[in-house]
């Protein structure tokens, strides 16, 4: 069977490299029409003032003092099943934007992942996309879209996204942190992705500071990628990342790139297992999945969490050392190991997401806000 999955996963890699010249990203909006040296010095417009005025303040809505209070007694590094249900689940959560790969009908793969954390317990509402309803964002969208939606959330909502990438999906979410590096352009637009448009403006009111920032500087809490690279590279909206895959800037806290030893499709040299690597003080994590692994279908977990030993398993994985898979079911081993660590990571920066959240609306309280 895992043989005749191989098969598969080559002949899409071949469809794949014949799509590349046949797909084209979708064209990005009109320029801002100022300068951004000027604008960082200067802060934000009038006009833009305005319009962050309007945007509801992300305290509007706590959870009650007793949630409150358990949510800032949990250890982000050891979050338990019974945590996420009785605690997380009943406070803020940020917005998980997941990529797939390139490919038609690849996208089905990282639905069956955004199903997997709604059954392990993450509120679906904050990975569907709030205007479509999909479970995913195209590799072929504008980047900078997504980064300026990653602003908008984080106005919105006072907590950092996370974004997870499959294959092409995977090349395109380090594309948003180098947008949000300003390594494309100086200056990036506010993006809503409730009406699908750009916003005039390319400052947001940080909801911490209550100060406007630019959206170039501003970082998400985790990233993932797993396959990204090799015959993505063969893509025209992803040339640009060429020189620019294996290195993550300062606009992610922590990052964790996911390689399968010896992947055809992604390029993957055997034995390589520092493909990623940080140019400042992001936390970069290499992590090299089992070669029987397939770059394809990794992230087809949904099954997973239906199955209570595999839940209890999943929810009680912490990264590092070895990891004996041998006894559970076989149909799980090729996915299970992807599935935990990044269910880890995000219960993590849930956690930590959420706490910095109650504890600025608590310190806000005592100042008489």
């Known amino acids: 069977m895992m043989k005749s999955a191989w098969s598969v996963a080559l002949a899409l890699a071949i469809t794949l490299a014949f799509a590349g010249c046949a797909t084209q990203p979708r064209a990005p909006g009109p320029e801002a029409g100022t300068t951004p040296a000027a604008r960082a010095e200067a802060g934000a417009t009038g006009r833009e003032r305005a319009a962050a005025q309007a945007v509801p303040s992300p305290f509007a809505s706590m959870p009650p003092p ?47 992942f955004g199903k997997f954390l709604a059954r392990m317990g993450y509120p679906e509402s904050r990975i569907r996309d709030p205007a479509s309803g999909d479970w995913s964002y195209s590799p072929y969208d504008d980047s900078a879209e997504l980064a300026g939606m990653v602003a908008w959330e984080y106005e919105h909502d006072g907590l950092r996204p996370m974004l997870i990438g499959h294959s092409q999906g995977g090349m395109q979410a380090v594309k948003v942190l180098h947008e949000l590096a300003g390594d494309f352009a100086p200056s990036l637009r506010v993006f809503d992705p409730v009406t699908g448009k750009f916003e005039d403006r390319t400052t947001i009111v940080d909801p911490y500071s209550h100060r406007p920032r630019p959206v170039v500087g501003l970082s998400v809490a985790y990233a993932s990628v797993v396959g990204a690279g090799g015959l993505a590279f063969l ?135």
């Open 66 to 112: 007793a949630i409150g209070d358990r949510l800032l007694a949990l250890d982000p590094e050891h979050i338990s099943g019974r945590d996420v249900r009785e605690t997380l689940a009943k406070g803020p959560a940020p917005r998980i934007i997941l990529l797939h790969g390139g490919i038609f009908p690849v996208y089905l793969l990282m639905e069956s």
């Open 235 to 369: 893509m025209p909206n992803q040339w640009s990342m060429i020189d620019k895959l294996d290195t993550i800037p300062d606009t992610v806290d922590e990052f964790t790139g996911f390689s399968i030893d010896g992947d055809l499709i992604a390029w993957t040299v055997p034995g390589a297992t520092e493909q990623y690597r940080r140019n400042g003080t992001a936390k970069v994590r290499n992590v090299e999945l089992p070669a029987d692994y397939n770059h394809v279908f990794v992230p087809l977990v949904a099954p997973l969490a239906l199955e209570p030993e595999l839940r209890d398993w999943i929810n009680a994985y912490v990264p590092g050392g070895k990891h004996d898979t041998s006894s559970l079911p076989a149909d799980a081993q090729g996915h299970v190991l992807w599935a935990a660590d990044v269910w880890y990571s995000i219960k993590k920066q849930w956690c930590l997401e959420a706490q910095r959240l109650v504890r600025a609306y608590r310190e806000g309280d005592r100042e008489g806000r």
